[in-house]
C-alpha cells in the first residue's frame, strides 16, 4: 500500500498489486501535482526529499532513529538492528512471500520486478510502502483488492450486484 502523504497531510493508504503499480501511482498522484515543489526541505536537517514523503522522512530520520520499522500494516513491531527486522519479517510474516534486496535493504513483493524498476532504472524518488495482507476479488477480469472482509462484501454489492452473506460468498 502507498504510504505517501497526500495533499491533506494523510496517509494515501491506496492498495496496489505491484511495484510498478506504486511506481505509476506515486508519479500520478503524489508528484505530478505540483512538478516544481516534488522536492522540498526538511526543517530539522536541510534534506531535500520528496514532499509526499516528508512525514515519513521526520518520522524516520528524526522521530525514531535508529529504528527499523515493518512494514506490514498494523503489525507495530519496531527493531533497532537490521537482522531484527529481517528475522521478526521472515518468521512472523513468512506466509506474504516478502523478498529481501540486499541493494536496498529493504523487503520487495517480487526481486525481479524490483531489481528491474528500481536498480536497472534510476528513478528520481525511492517508494515508500507498506504490506498489506488483503483479500482479492473473485470475480473474473476484476482486479480489485480488500482490505477487510466487510470491505471485500461491499465491493461486490456495489460492482457485481451480488450481495455476500460469507467470504465464500464473495469469490
Keep these: 500500500y502507498c504510504r505517501a502523504t497526500t495533499r491533506k497531510g494523510l496517509e494515501c493508504g491506496k492498495i496496489l498489486h505491484s511495484e510498478e ?13 505540483a512538478p516544481d515543489l516534488v522536492q522540498v526541505t526538511c526543517s530539522e536537517c536541510s534534506t531535500q526529499v520528496p514532499a509526499c514523503y516528508l512525514c515519513h522522512h521526520v518520522t524516520t ?8 520499522e515493518c512494514l506490514v500494516k498494523n503489525c507495530g513491531a519496531r527493531e533497532s538492528h537490521l ?8 518468521t512472523d510474516h513468512h506466509t ?24 536497472e532504472v534510476e528513478l528520481p524518488f525511492q517508494p515508500v510502502y507498506g504490506v498489506s495482507a488483503g483479500q482479492v476479488c473473485g470475480w473474473e477480469g476484476c482486479t480489485f483488492m480488500s482490505t477487510s472482509s466487510a470491505h471485500l462484501a461491499d465491493h461486490v454489492k456495489k460492482k457485481h450486484k451480488k450481495v ?6 464473495c469469490r
Design 83 to 90: 537482522t531484527g527486522l529481517k528475522d521478526h519479517v521472515l
Design 96 to 119: 506474504l512471500g516478502l523478498e529481501w534486496c540486499s541493494e536496498c535493504s529493504q523487503f520487495v513483493l517480487q526481486k525481479e520486478e524490483h531489481w528491474k524498476l528500481q536498480h
Design 61 to 68: 530520520v528524526h522521530t525514531n532513529p535508529g529504528q527499523w
Design 21 to 33: 503499480g506504486l511506481i505509476n501511482h506515486i508519479e500520478c498522484k503524489h508528484l505530478s501535482f
Design 164 to 169: 455476500c452473506k460469507n467470504v465464500e460468498d
